[in-house]
């Protein structure tokens, strides 16, 4: 099992860019189907992106265009670069890794908050 470390939320202007990076403690990372999730006050946890372990992705509509996931297996950790960032972003993000992509067994980070506001 990994442990899950994320970093690089922060406050920045609508239109604005910033990169989530993941870092993953333990063996076998690159079996791993990873993702980032979000969760907004009063709202539910949601699928952000997700990469598995032979590299498709998959990304929530809302994002799609803007947003890019990325991993290094070589140094376990995955990314997710936010482009043209807008209010409705704004949530805490949260790094998961599913083994095999079985999302029971996912352990997920503490999470990092990505505010968008002017």
């Known amino acids: 099992q990994v442990q899950l470390v994320e970093s690089g939320g922060g406050l920045v202007q609508p239109g604005g860019s910033l990169r989530l990076s993941c870092a993953a403690s333990?063996?076998?990372?690159?079996?791993?189907?990873m993702g980032w999730y979000r969760q907004a006050p009063g709202k539910q946890r949601e699928l952000v992106a997700a990469?598995?372990?032979?590299?498709?992705?998959n990304y929530a509509d809302s994002v799609k265009g803007r947003f890019t996931i990325s991993r290094d297996n070589a140094k376990n950790t995955v990314d997710l670069q936010m482009n043209s960032l807008k209010p409705e972003d704004t949530a805490v993000y949260y790094c998961?890794?599913?083994?095999?992509?079985?999302?029971?067994?996912?352990?997920w980070g503490q999470g990092t908050q990505v505010t968008v506001s002017s």
């Open positions: 998961n890794a599913a083994p095999g992509g079985l999302v029971g067994f996912a352990t």
């Open positions: 333990g063996s076998n990372f690159k079996i791993y189907t």
């Open positions: 990469m598995s372990s032979d590299g498709s992705t």
